[in-house]
């Protein structure tokens, strides 16, 4: 791809709309990248809202219908950030339109709809990524890094939890995260799907899988105004929770490794506990997202009496995306994966290459959550 500015079009301005707004206005500043990003549209279907929106992250147009920005032969990348019911009709129309299509996770609310999704932008020829941006965090390419060197020999056990808490009172309401008609799912898709991607690009394929969906809460107060936290005012109507509140399940991979996963929105102290500890025949490495430019590393070949778990800060310029940022010691945050993917999927497209994560990997990772769910409805093992 030759063009010198990439023109972006953004459905949705709530929390994700917020954090991709922040990346594009942040990714020149910090990359040398073959394109610029250029800050085009943003849509959203309250012209009130949406307009404050763009005057607040930087947006040049604003547009209420999301059928005109697909159309708008001046826009090269179309980022769906809307609720889960949408991806799919906007992704395909996207890329009939010939637009790179970028997409917040999962893709598709079902299995089928990830797969017309992936079938429309491989029979387009269109560039296409998934915001798993986790992926981008200096420790976490560091750890892939080290798989790839060998440095933890063959991989045993891959052990993950994702835990919040932002849901555990029975009064917060019935935002659209929590109707199934809207999310696809709860937990499972909401967070269970960043540790599923981690551990695919990390350790490997998924061979079989045993889970259980769980809601803790079956009935809540009608949201509302909502805010771009996650959150809503409380009514006095009361409405039914269609979705899962927790999810956790067994996993073989295809490699002969053991996973075991846990998602949760009722783990009350926890505000966002993306953890994952991977052990291997030559060591061990832990991450913890809270604490997200740390790694701690088990070294099984030092010597006797001086083995133990060492913290390696990921901040310095030999990790990967850190040098990108400040001197050594001073740490990136949350906001800077999602730059960070920015710019590895501009480098990608202007190269011609596939982006990392792409529909691809959204596809695979939407068959891992179906075949959970499919494993908790039978209460027994699903093969993929």
């Given at each position: 791809?030759?063009?010198?500015?990439?023109?972006?079009?953004?459905?949705?301005?709530?929390?994700?709309?917020?954090?991709?707004?922040?990346?594009?206005?942040?990714?020149?500043?910090?990359?040398?990248?073959?394109?610029?990003?250029?800050?085009?549209?943003?849509?959203?279907?309250?012209?009130?809202?949406?307009?404050?929106?763009?005057?607040?992250?930087?947006?040049?147009?604003?547009?209420?219908?999301?059928?005109?920005?697909?159309?708008?032969?001046?826009?090269?990348?179309?980022?769906?950030?809307?609720?889960?019911?949408?991806?799919?009709?906007?992704?395909?129309?996207?890329?009939?339109?010939?637009?790179?299509?970028?997409?917040?996770?999962?893709?598709?609310?079902?299995?089928?709809?990830?797969?017309?999704?992936?079938?429309?932008?491989?029979?387009a020829g269109v560039p296409n990524a998934v915001f798993h941006n986790y992926r981008k965090?200096?420790?976490?390419?560091?750890?892939?890094?080290?798989?790839?060197?060998?440095?933890?020999?063959?991989?045993?056990?891959?052990?993950?939890?994702?835990l919040q808490d932002w849901i555990a009172d029975p009064n917060f309401p019935l935002v659209?995260?929590?109707?199934?008609?809207?999310?696809?799912?709860?937990?499972?898709?909401?967070?269970?799907?960043?540790?599923?991607?981690?551990?695919?690009?990390?350790?490997?394929?998924?061979?079989?899988?045993?889970?259980?969906?769980?809601?803790?809460?079956?009935?809540?107060?009608?949201?509302?105004?909502?805010?771009?936290?996650?959150?809503?005012?409380?009514?006095?109507?009361?409405?039914?929770?269609?979705?899962?509140?927790?999810?956790?399940?067994?996993?073989?991979?295809?490699?002969?490794?053991?996973?075991?996963?846990?998602?949760?929105?009722?783990?009350?102290?926890?505000?966002?506990?993306?953890?994952?500890?991977?052990?291997?025949?030559?060591?061990?490495?832990?991450?913890?997202?809270?604490?997200?430019?740390?790694?701690?590393?088990?070294?099984?070949?030092?010597?006797?009496?001086?083995?133990?778990?060492?913290?390696?800060?990921?901040?310095?310029?030999?990790?990967?995306?850190?040098?990108?940022?400040?001197?050594?010691?001073?740490?990136?945050?949350?906001?800077?994966?999602?730059?960070?993917?920015?710019?590895?999927?501009?480098?990608?497209?202007?190269?011609?290459?596939?982006?990392?994560?792409?529909?691809?990997?959204?596809?695979?990772?939407?068959?891992?959550?179906?075949?959970?769910?499919?494993?908790?409805?039978?209460?027994?093992?699903?093969?993929?």
């Amino acid at each position: 791809m030759a063009k010198k500015q990439l023109n972006v079009g953004l459905i949705g301005y709530q929390f994700m709309g917020k954090a991709h707004s922040n990346a594009y206005r942040q990714v020149n500043r910090f990359f040398d990248l073959p394109a610029q990003i250029n800050m085009h549209t943003i849509c959203g279907r309250n012209e009130a809202a949406v307009t404050a929106a763009a005057e607040t992250m930087g947006w040049a147009n604003v547009e209420t219908d999301w059928r005109k920005v697909v159309a708008n032969p001046e826009i090269d990348i179309i980022d769906i950030s809307t609720p889960g019911n949408l991806h799919a009709e906007i992704a395909i129309e996207a890329a009939k339109a010939g637009k790179a299509v970028w997409c917040e996770k999962p893709i598709g609310n079902t299995l089928p709809e990830a797969k017309a999704m992936l079938d429309a932008v491989q029979a387009a020829g269109v560039p296409n990524a998934v915001f798993h941006n986790y992926r981008k965090a200096p420790a976490v390419a560091l750890v892939k890094k080290m798989i790839e060197e060998g440095k933890l020999g063959t991989i045993y056990h891959f052990r993950a939890v994702y835990l919040q808490d932002w849901i555990a009172d029975p009064n917060f309401p019935l935002v659209w995260r929590l109707q199934k008609e809207i999310a696809g799912s709860g937990t499972h898709g909401d967070i269970n799907a960043h540790i599923i991607d981690l551990a695919r690009h990390l350790v490997g394929e998924f061979d079989e899988v045993c889970g259980h969906l769980h809601t803790f809460i079956k009935q809540r107060p009608i949201a509302g105004a909502i805010n771009d936290k996650l959150g809503a005012e409380a009514t006095s109507e009361m409405g039914e929770v269609t979705v899962d509140d927790a999810a956790m399940f067994l996993a073989k991979f295809k490699n002969g490794a053991l996973g075991t996963f846990e998602a949760s929105r009722f783990a009350v102290g926890r505000k966002n506990k993306n953890s994952f500890e991977i052990n291997g025949s030559k060591g061990s490495v832990v991450f913890n997202l809270e604490k997200m430019n740390e790694l701690e590393y088990y070294n099984a070949e030092d010597p006797e009496g001086y083995q133990g778990f060492r913290l390696i800060q990921a901040t310095e310029a030999v990790h990967p995306y850190a040098g990108q940022f400040w001197p050594v010691g001073h740490i990136i945050g949350y906001e800077h994966t999602f730059v960070n993917l920015v710019a590895d999927a501009v480098t990608a497209m202007c190269a011609g290459t596939p982006i990392s994560p792409d529909f691809v990997d959204g596809y695979e990772n939407q068959r891992v959550l179906d075949a959970v769910e499919v494993s908790s409805e039978n209460r027994g093992w699903v093969s993929l």
